[in-house]
């Protein structure tokens, strides 16, 4: 059977592109066709300037979300990250098979190491190795497919590469996965900087639509969209990058094609007035499921807790072989220790 694995981190609220870009694919059909893992990955969160207090928070808010979209922990197994060790025991592993100019090529370390020395931070370790704990959170799992939009696209290259690797030096232990993307809404861009990618982290919230907004400030901030001088509606990335997003997020929302929804519309006017429309429907159901589940913390506690120890059961046994192939020694009693040689 088909085994599914993908995470999503709680370092800001999240948006609208998590939503389409991830998130609702999980819900809607991954959980269904595939045995599927999805973790709230908080050691990620650890990598840039952080607050304690706040990773808790969004910790529990990002598994509370995750279960409002439709995740169901009796169908798929939803966990935090640090709950299990297995993650952090393999990566270590991944990195004495990782360069570190590997390391040093991927793009979001570039563009996050690049945002941290703007600030005066000094840029954590943790940041340079971030792809390596990914490919761990994939590899411990043996997951065939990795559902995610197209900024995580080259982690998981890095992690084919690491697998195929590994498995030539120790002896076949990863399946090699590989990524999915969504046929639309697999880049949602930021609505008032449209080349650039929406984000949970971004400076201002003026662009990004926040998954627990209300209603009224999502269709003032689909309204004020940033679109393109022009006035036909078409469907240009390159050329008219605003409207090509607005339709991009209708057609996800409304499972359209964006290249034909361009033909009716012949006002931006008209096109924001649909997608912001399209959005709050789209919104609607989650956001009152989180209500829900937010007045039963002890439910989404149980959720975390059992999900920790399926997933532990699962990926132990790759992890322990892993252990065993690069050359470590069981820790068991004597007699098999001379055995083991
Ligand atoms: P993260 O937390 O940034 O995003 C979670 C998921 O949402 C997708 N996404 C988007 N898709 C479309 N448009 C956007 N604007 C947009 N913004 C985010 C991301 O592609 C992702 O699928 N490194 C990962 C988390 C991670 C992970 C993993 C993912 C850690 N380990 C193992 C898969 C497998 C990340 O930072 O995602």
């Not at 800001?12 to 973790?39: I, K, P, V």
């Not at 359209?256 to 429309?277: C, F, I, R, W």
């Not at 399926?310 to 020694?329: M, S």
């Amino acid at each position: 059977m088909t085994r599914v694995f993908s995470g999503i981190q709680p370092t800001g609220h999240l948006t609208l592109g998590n939503y389409l870009g991830a998130m609702r694919r999980w819900a809607e059909a991954d959980q269904y066709r595939a045995e599927s893992l999805f973790c709230v990955v908080d050691l990620h969160a650890l990598t840039m300037d952080h607050d304690p207090a706040r990773v808790r928070r969004l910790s529990r808010q990002t598994a509370t979300l995750l279960l409002a979209s439709g995740l169901d922990p009796d169908v798929c197994t939803v966990f935090l990250q640090s709950h299990v060790d297995e993650h952090t025991r393999l990566s270590y592993l991944l990195e004495c098979v990782a360069s570190d100019g590997e390391m040093r090529r991927m793009i979001q370390y570039k563009e996050k190491a690049a945002k941290e020395r703007e600030r005066g931070r000094s840029v954590r370790l943790s940041l340079l190795t971030y792809p390596v704990l990914m490919a761990a959170d994939i590899l411990a799992y043996g997951a065939n497919e990795v559902p995610v939009g197209e900024d995580q696209a080259q982690h998981v290259e890095l992690t084919r590469d690491l697998a195929v690797r590994f498995n030539q030096r120790y002896g076949h232990t990863f399946v090699v996965p590989r990524a999915t993307l969504p046929p639309v809404g697999a880049r949602v861009m930021n609505l008032q900087e449209p080349t650039r990618k929406m984000g949970k982290s971004d400076d201002s919230g003026a662009g990004v639509v926040y998954l627990l907004d209300e209603p009224d400030v999502v269709r003032k901030k689909v309204l004020r969209a940033v679109t393109d001088s022009g006035r036909e509606v078409v469907y240009d990335r390159e050329e008219r990058p605003g409207v090509a997003n607005l339709l991009d997020v209708l057609a996800a929302c409304t499972g359209g094609n964006p290249e034909s929804l361009a033909d009716v519309y012949d006002s931006y006017g008209s096109l924001k007035k649909d997608t912001a429309e399209a959005v709050v429907e789209a919104l609607r159901p989650l956001q009152a499921r989180h209500r829900e589940l937010c007045a039963d913390p002890a439910y989404v506690e149980g959720v975390l807790r059992d999900g920790a120890e399926k997933a532990r059961a699962v990926a132990r046994p790759t992890v322990d072989t892993a252990y065993r192939a690069i050359g470590l020694l069981p820790p068991v009693a004597e007699p098999s220790l001379s055995a083991a040689r």
